[in-house]
């Protein structure tokens, strides 16, 4: 067979083109360090690549979590360290207030001193991590509370020294507005029910000079379908709005009867001796702390279109649950429910005379009657929790809700005013020692201890829990960083590429391309005309 020249040189073309080929492919190896730089080098592989690279990309996100919930969690635990030393503090004053040997110049100084540890509370529960409010729930923009007033109630009934301790905060919410430097004491020099708006005397000067009322420091009306409502005792700067909590068979709301002081303000008893000893009815404004921030306590159901009678929604539920019926033929209620804003809706139905509609985390209920077409309700979960995601099926909360930790007085959606925040309280308790010592009242001062004590213990429970939450992070960052490793190392097998078998197999490659060029040189000079 005769080999012509053109075949020749395709010949020596290819096989050069072929080396050369080889010897740039792991040229390009060796300037990106990755033997798969397009898919088409190893699909099979770059498809494991990829998956290595999204999860490496959530473990890097996680982990960029984790450090961001460890800075809040951080703060919050030195945060909650040093409420504890205030609250010693606070306990060593008490106990010194509360000796007969304390005089009322004494209590006043502790006073200051307290009103000092308030401010430094207050500072403390408006702490902010990059500008975050941490104690505000999901309100991070905003200080989780603002400083005011509130009323610290009670009575001794007849007769005077041996008489009744009763609590009027039981009965009736009391919310105060508008400032004074101390605390201003009331009392009532008329025995009657409050609605009757009895006489009174107050001192803005704990107690060394009196004021009597007249019937102008009485406004508002005791009827709450009344415009004017609520009732309202004003004494100098400040204001007291009542609220009762009760009402009687006639749905009228029930106030409390209050004592007269015996003896009154013309006796020669010093008008700050002992309330316990002077009896009667007593009120004092003093400072508190106004939560702000939201809470996680349960629920809101509002409803739209006709009314159902006592709406209301049991259960857990982790986001907005929106619930329209649109019929009852007396058999069945047909309904729907969306947990995506109305986007998409999920049919279901109930008996017609049930009283509850069952949807995800529990039911809306009511307490009457029957679900009517057209009724449309929504479940809002109160959500403050922030939650930071530290792994594929695990979240933290960094944020805490103010209340729980600081209590105060808190306002909860759709309520009409602020209510004091039940269980240990510290800004309360705090507020009623300052006002115990302002006006010189040893029996108040004393009922505080066992106050800041249980205050003491919530902080530590308090100081747990956040200490937990940052053991939590510790341990997902080093399960992370070992993940990462493992991963990335795997990922590294397949992808990258080993330095020094590119450069041996480059040495081969250059090789090989040179004897192709030369050979292919010498072969070309070979010609019939040399022999003839």
């Known amino acids: 067979m005769r080999i012509s020249q053109r075949q020749m040189f395709t010949q020596y073309l290819g096989q050069m083109n072929t080396s050369l080929s080889s010897l740039m492919e792991s040229n390009s190896q060796g300037g990106t360090g990755k033997k798969i730089n397009r898919p088409s080098d190893d699909p099979a592989g770059m498809a494991r690549v990829m998956l290595y690279r999204e999860s490496l990309s959530n473990i890097q996100r996680n982990k960029a979590n984790i450090n961001e919930a460890t800075g809040w969690l951080n703060l919050a635990d030195h945060a909650l360290m040093q409420v504890s030393d205030i609250i010693a503090k606070i306990k060593t004053l008490n106990l010194q207030s509360s000796t007969e040997t304390q005089t009322d110049d004494n209590r006043d100084q502790n006073a200051t001193q307290l009103r000092g540890y308030f401010g430094e509370l207050l500072n403390i529960a408006n702490e902010k991590y990059n500008g975050q409010h941490i104690f505000a729930g999901h309100k991070v923009d905003a200080p989780a509370y603002v400083e005011g007033l509130a009323v610290t109630s009670h009575k001794y009934e007849s007769p005077a020294g041996s008489g009744t301790y009763v609590d009027l905060s039981e009965t009736v919410d009391f919310v105060a507005s508008g400032a004074n430097p101390e605390s201003v004491l009331i009392q009532f020099t008329d025995s009657d029910s409050l609605d009757n708006r009895p006489s009174f005397i107050y001192s803005k000067d704990g107690g060394k000079t009196w004021i009597e009322s007249t019937p102008a420091d009485w406004t508002g009306d005791p009827n709450p379908n009344s415009t004017g409502y609520p009732l309202t005792l004003n004494a100098g700067g400040v ?294």
């Open 239 to 532: 204001s007291i709005a009542i609220h009762p909590k009760t009402v009687d068979g006639f749905n009228n709301p029930v106030y409390p009867e209050v004592e007269a002081i015996t003896p009154d303000k013309t006796d020669s008893t010093p008008a700050y001796a002992s309330k316990e000893s002077l009896g009667g009815t007593w009120l004092t404004v003093r400072p508190t702390a106004i939560y702000k921030g939201d809470d996680h306590d349960t629920q809101t159901t509002q409803q739209y279109g006709p009314t159902a009678n006592g709406l209301k929604a049991d259960g857990y539920f982790t986001r907005d649950v929106s619930v329209r019926v649109t019929s009852n033929d007396g058999t069945t209620v047909a309904y729907e429910y969306s947990l995506d804003n109305g986007s998409n809706w999920i049919k279901a139905t109930a008996p017609g005379n049930a009283q509850q509609l069952a949807i995800p985390g529990g039911y809306v209920k009511i307490d009457s009657g029957a679900f009517a077409a057209n009724q449309e309700f929504l479940v809002h979960p109160r959500r403050a929790d922030i939650n930071f995601e530290i792994s594929s099926n695990q979240t933290v909360t960094v944020n805490n809700v103010g209340k729980d930790i600081f209590g105060g007085m808190y306002q909860e959606p759709f309520s009409d005013y602020p209510k004091t925040v039940g269980g240990a309280n510290l800004f309360d308790t705090v507020g009623k020692l300052i006002g115990y010592c302002e006006t010189n009242d040893s029996d108040g001062i004393g009922r505080c201890l066992e106050e800041l004590e249980d205050c003491l213990k919530g902080i530590t429970t308090k100081l747990a829990d956040v200490g937990g939450r940052e053991n939590r992070l510790q341990v997902a960052f080093e399960t992370a960083t070992i993940r990462e490793l493992s991963e990335d190392n795997a990922r590294s097998g397949i992808e990258d590429v080993d330095t020094i078998t590119l450069m041996t197999k480059l040495a081969q490659q250059q090789l090989a391309y040179n004897t192709v060029l030369k050979s292919s040189s010498m072969i070309m000079q070979m010609s019939l005309m040399n022999f003839i």
